[in-house]
């Protein structure tokens, strides 16, 4: 088990968001998300400028195994994608709290901080998943 970065809040659907200081969020996929999937081979990315609600489709990783839907965690407007997915998609495999972030939104109202996990919260959500 890989170690939670704390200053990320995360969601029931294994995706972490962290707060940047231009009032952004930058999201992706947990440790756990992309060890699930295996080896990533393609990831589809949001436009720039795309809004997205809380919950809804927002990208999609696909892997050898499976492809899986990655959710907004909050209502916001796309500001930027990770381009260098496109040709190098293992990057969420390598480094899914770093180089493998997926989008960055601007978020249209407060976060609900109450509607997300903390890391200790999201720790014990995988301890139940395993037990």
Do not use: F
């Not at 890989?2 to 659907?13: A, H, I, M, V």
């Not at 707060?19 to 990533?40: C, K, M, P, S």
């Not at 795309?50 to 999609?60: F, I, L, P």
């Amino acid at each position: 088990m890989s170690e939670l970065p704390g200053d990320l809040l995360y969601t029931n659907d294994h995706e972490w968001l962290r707060r940047e200081d231009d009032g952004n969020v930058t999201i992706g996929v947990t440790d756990h998300a992309q060890a699930a999937l295996g080896d990533l081979v393609y990831v589809e990315l949001p436009e720039v400028g795309q809004d997205v609600a809380t919950g809804g489709d927002m990208a999609v990783v696909e892997s050898v195994k499976a492809a899986s839907d990655v959710y907004a965690p909050v209502d916001g407007t796309i500001t930027a994608v990770n381009e260098e997915l496109a040709d190098d998609p293992e990057k969420i495999n390598a480094d899914p709290y770093g180089d493998g972030w997926i989008v960055r939104l601007q978020p249209s109202a407060a976060i609900d901080e109450s509607a997300l996990l903390t890391p200790d919260a999201y720790q014990s959500l995988l301890d139940e998943e395993e037990a």
